[in-house]
């Protein structure tokens, strides 16, 4: 059976962080910004991260196991109260 090969076209436009999950830059922040509120356009410089709904997909293209951030958020959560009730 052949190599399943990650989609290279996705690869060039995300970044996959250690613990899995996926950043990206936010769409709409190239051009037309004048009817846009200062705010919109100071929230495109920060990064956005991939959320559940895009989880399936991704995971499809990329060939590999990712962590959606509110997954990553509920693992840190579980990880604190473990790490408390270990030293309590």
Known sequence: MPKLKSHKGLL???KITKSGK???GRPGSRH???N???EEIRGFRKKS???SGDKKRLKMLLHR???SQEEAMAAKVAR???AESASA
């Open 22 to 24: 996926v950043r990206f």
């Open 12 to 14: 060039k436009r995300i």
């Open 32 to 34: 037309l910004k004048s």
């Open 65 to 67: 196991p990712l962590l």
């Open 80 to 82: 604190e109260a473990a």
């Open 49 to 51: 991260y991939m959320r």
């Open 36 to 38: 846009k509120t200062g």
